[in-house]
């Protein structure tokens, strides 16, 4: 582990909350499975805004790559599982064996290169808990960015209005002042 991914397993390994999530998600087996985006970005922003509540997650995003069942109704499943585990959490659950379809990319072979497609890089990360009970890290870009505060575009998914469109509508600036947007 690198010393941002120590620093980043530090801040998980102490949010009781983040380690349900984690465990839950470990419980499903999912190959390839990650907790990603916001579930760890947000940690570490809050954690150097020096917030001492975190900020709520709209939902939290677990990604797998499967590509022998490639269906919605396996999504909902894994989301029903993690429902019952933790009811007053959403879930979003994608396999990324079928989102390249959604994305307009050719064909993903694994979940770390559907991550490494996602729009601007400090998203594009993850963690799973193992069954020895360490973080594992899935970060294609590495946790700089998030550690630096700073947000740019992902160069293997260069869309500036979309970009632009989507750092506008989640209002990060407000909630994290002290970003740094870099403009693409």
């Known amino acids: 582990m690198n010393v941002e991914e120590q620093r980043t397993a530090a801040l998980l390994n102490a949010d009781n909350f983040r380690q349900q999530c984690l465990q839950a998600v470990r419980s499903l087996r999912l190959p390839g499975g990650y907790i990603s985006a916001g579930f760890l970005r947000n940690a ?9 509540h975190m900020t709520p997650l709209n939902d939290i995003d677990v990604v797998y790559f499967d590509s022998t069942d490639t269906s919605f109704a396996a999504e909902q499943r894994a989301e029903s599982i993690l429902e019952e585990q933790l009811p007053n959490v959403k879930w979003q659950v994608r396999n990324q064996a079928r989102m390249h379809l959604v994305h307009g990319h050719s064909p993903y072979r694994s979940t770390a290169e559907a991550v490494a497609h996602w729009l601007e890089v400090p998203r594009c ?37 979309a970009f632009i469109s989507r750092i506008q509508n989640k209002r990060w600036r407000e909630i994290w002042p002290q970003l740094m947007i870099q403009q693409p």
């Open 44 to 52: 570490i922003w809050d954690h150097l805004h020096g917030k001492l």
């Open 125 to 161: 990360v993850g963690v799973r808990i193992n069954f020895d009970d360490k973080l594992t890290f899935l970060a294609p870009f590495g946790l700089h960015e998030n550690w630096s505060l700073t947000v740019k575009i992902n160069p293997l998914n260069p869309h500036p209005e």
